[in-house]
T-cell receptor, first 111, second 114 residues
Framework: NAGVTQTPKFQVLKTGQSMTLQCAQD?????MYWYRQDPGMGLRLIYY???????DKGEVPNGYNVSRLNKREFSLRLESAAPSQTSVYFC??????????FGSGTRLTVV | GDSVTQMEGPVTLSEEAFLTINCTYT??????LFWYVQYPGEGLQLLLK?????DKGSNKGFEATYRKETTSFHLEKGSVQVSDSAVYFC?????????????FGKGTLLTVNP
């Protein structure tokens, strides 16, 4: 099925470890996004990529980096994980006036 | 800046009750407006949208009308089902140079009991 694929679905990290969350879309969308979802906070934008070759900070970028590898793929990296980064992470993509298409999420726990 | 305010939950209803979830947005420009739904353990799915004033978006029995005069986009359904239990997010498209980005409300948890 066409859509946004995120890997992994679940991850447990120790404080200080690093990891990369992968996201790929097969809809030929130009724009891609990374959000985190925390109880009572809704969705907060971490980083986004308006088009291939560009990335920009969102609302809560500290502690994260991103790479827009090509038009399909947009990865999120945690260099030194902290317990405050325990969250559910969603990748999304969009094109033009259409709404976003979301992946199914990565549930990350940092202990 | 761009923002969306939606009613805080949780909302608990009995099956076949009428549902309203309020949503208002900042009146910067004339943004497209959206409702997304998130079922337990899943990502967000687009439920409906409206792109200009007085437009009505509808899907799966849900409706929302773009009210420019009150800057609102309230979600309604005449008769909810247990399967409608989910978190609902209102969103607006960004303004100016950020018009491809969406700003989301904090979400409203709906629980429908049989």
């Amino acid at each position: 099925n066409a859509g946004v694929t995120q890997t992994p679905k679940f991850q447990v990290l120790k404080t200080g470890q690093s990891m990369t969350l992968q996201c790929a879309q097969d809809m030929n969308h130009n724009s891609m996004y990374w959000y985190r979802q925390d109880p009572g906070m809704g969705l907060r934008l971490i980083y986004y990529s308006a088009s291939e070759g560009t990335t920009d900070k969102g609302e809560v970028p500290n502690g994260y980096n991103v790479s827009r590898l090509n038009k399909r793929e947009f990865s999120l990296r945690l260099e030194s994980a902290a317990p405050s980064q325990t969250s559910v992470y969603f990748c999304a993509s969009s094109e033009g006036e259409r709404g976003y298409t979301f992946g199914s999420g990565t549930r990350l726990t940092v202990v | 800046g761009d923002s969306v305010t939606q009613m805080e939950g949780p909302v608990t209803l009995s099956e076949e009750a009428f549902l309203t979830i309020n949503c208002t947005y900042t009146a910067t420009g004339y943004p497209s407006l959206f409702w997304y739904v998130q079922y337990p353990g899943e990502g967000l799915q687009l439920l409906l949208k409206a792109t200009k004033a007085d437009d009505k978006g509808s899907n799966k029995g849900f409706e929302a009308t773009y009210r420019k005069e009150t800057t609102s986009f309230h979600l309604e359904k005449g008769s909810v089902q247990v399967s409608d239990s989910a978190v609902y997010f209102c969103a607006r498209r960004g303004s100016g140079g950020s018009n491809y980005k969406l700003t989301f409300g904090k979400g409203t948890l709906l629980t429908v009991n049989p």
